[in-house]
């Protein structure tokens, strides 16, 4: 079954420090893939996205993501995180119209 | 501001009744999308309009039923609503429907 697996579901990282959120996908073919990020009572915002070409994408607000091929993975990061960055972070797929999310990534960003 | 707008924000009525939630998409996007948001389901999918005509559904109760409209703004009607359907409600549209989304701000349910 086609399925986007966000692996952690919470992440607490200092300010200033590095950061990576994975993502997995299982599709037969490679899918279209997507970052959004959510604020708290606010819609979702897309961050980056991955069609074809090059595997490392650069997204807005500092954030960049890596398509590999061979694991099935469309992890982000970001080299510094700020405090602004606290949110939930949601993976998601496009395959043949089917649109699937993650269950999300809650950062918490500590001063 | 993603151009999708949502409407009403806010919702609050009782089990047993029927709501109407509405979206505009973007200036030139055809297809629309809509997603519920609960905390125990998290983001699931319900249903997919593309130039009027219904292109994919997802997970959407039967209860629940959907259109796209001439001008291509949509409408999500949920009737017979539960407690359990509280949630946020989000609209999302693109241009032909397959590539970016560009997600509204909710409308956030409260079925008492």
């Known amino acids: 079954a086609q399925s986007v697996t966000q692996p952690d579901i919470h992440i607490t990282v200092s300010e200033g420090a590095s950061l990576e959120l994975r993502c997995n996908y299982s599709?037969?073919?490679?899918?279209?893939l997507f970052w959004y990020v959510q604020s708290p009572g606010q819609g979702l915002q897309l961050l980056l996205k991955y069609f074809s070409g090059d595997t490392l994408v650069q997204g807005i607000k500092g954030f960049e993501a890596e398509f590999k091929r061979s694991q099935s993975s469309f992890n982000l990061r970001k080299p510094s995180v700020h405090w602004s960055d606290a949110a939930e972070y949601f993976c998601?797929?496009?395959?043949?119209?089917?649109?699937?999310f993650g269950a999300g990534t809650r950062l918490t960003v500590k001063p | 501001d993603s151009g999708v707008t949502q409407t009403p924000k806010h919702l609050i009525t009782a089990t047993g009744q029927r709501v109407t939630l509405r979206c505009s998409p973007r200036?030139?996007?055809?297809?629309v999308y809509w997603y519920q948001q609960s905390l125990d389901q998290g983001l699931q999918f319900l249903i997919q309009y593309y130039n009027g005509e219904e292109r994919a559904k997802g997970n959407i109760l039967e209860r629940f039923s959907a259109q796209q409209f001439p001008d291509l703004h949509s409408e999500l009607n949920l009737s017979s609503l539960e407690l359990g359907d509280s949630a946020l409600y989000f609209c999302?549209?693109?241009?032909?429907?397959?590539?970016?989304?560009?997600f509204g701000p909710g409308t956030r349910l409260l079925v008492l």
């Open positions: 999302a549209s693109s241009v032909t429907g397959r590539e970016t989304q560009y």
């Open positions: 998601a797929v496009v395959n043949n119209n089917d649109m699937r």
């Open positions: 200036s030139g996007d055809l297809s």
């Open positions: 599709y037969g073919a490679t899918p279209y």
